[in-house]
């Protein structure tokens, strides 16, 4: 199966490094991906067809009030995982990002479980390293961070102390 899933992902990862797909994907995908986990009960995502997903739960920066991002994100070890703040290569941080930054408490949902995490930036002297695991998984994925003219931010995600 994993020969397969690595066929596909090589197949459709480039089409989503088209215009159509990152004019298209952040208006279409979000809505599949809600609507599905209320028919699920949370436990399916659109995207967990290709790649490992999780809906990341955080706190507003500026709001305060909890919010909740349906992302792809790359195992790291037990308990962590590295998430990548693409934003389908817009110009501008997604606003989950902001929101890791204010608070790295947040907690993620993989499978309908919650698990708490706090979120770290990853620093420069890991970024070369953590982008080859993330594009293991997903050829290209750093193209969209050549197409976005940004640094992405990348975090990582660990299970907190005594949880």
């Known amino acids: 199966m994993t020969g397969l899933l690595r066929a596909v992902r090589s197949a459709v990862a480039p089409l989503t490094r088209t ?3 990152r004019a298209v994907g952040p208006v279409l995908l979000p809505p599949a991906e809600r609507a599905l986990a209320r ?5 399916l995502q ?3 067809l290709l790649v490992p997903s ?3 739960h955080t706190t507003g920066a ?3 009030e909890p919010r909740s991002t349906y992302l792809m994100y790359t195992p790291d070890g037990p ?4 998430v990548a703040g693409s934003a389908f290569a817009q110009d501008r941080h997604p606003a989950w990002t902001y929101n ?13 479980r919650r698990i708490p995490v706090r979120a770290t930036l990853v620093g420069d002297d890991e970024r070369d390293a953590v982008w080859a695991r993330i594009e293991r998984q997903w050829p290209g994925y750093r193209g969209y961070e050549r197409t976005s ?5 990348l975090f990582r995600l660990e299970r907190r102390p005594g949880t």
Request: aromatic share 2%; glycine share 18%.
């Open 19 to 21: 215009r159509l797909f």
């Open 39 to 43: 028919v699920s009960g949370g436990r």
């Open 46 to 48: 659109v995207s967990a």
């Open 54 to 56: 999780l809906v990341l």
């Open 62 to 64: 500026r709001s305060g």
């Open 79 to 82: 308990g962590r995982a590295i």
């Open 100 to 112: 890791l930054l204010a608070h790295p408490d947040a907690s993620i949902s993989v499978g309908g």
């Open 149 to 153: 003219g940004r640094t992405v931010r």
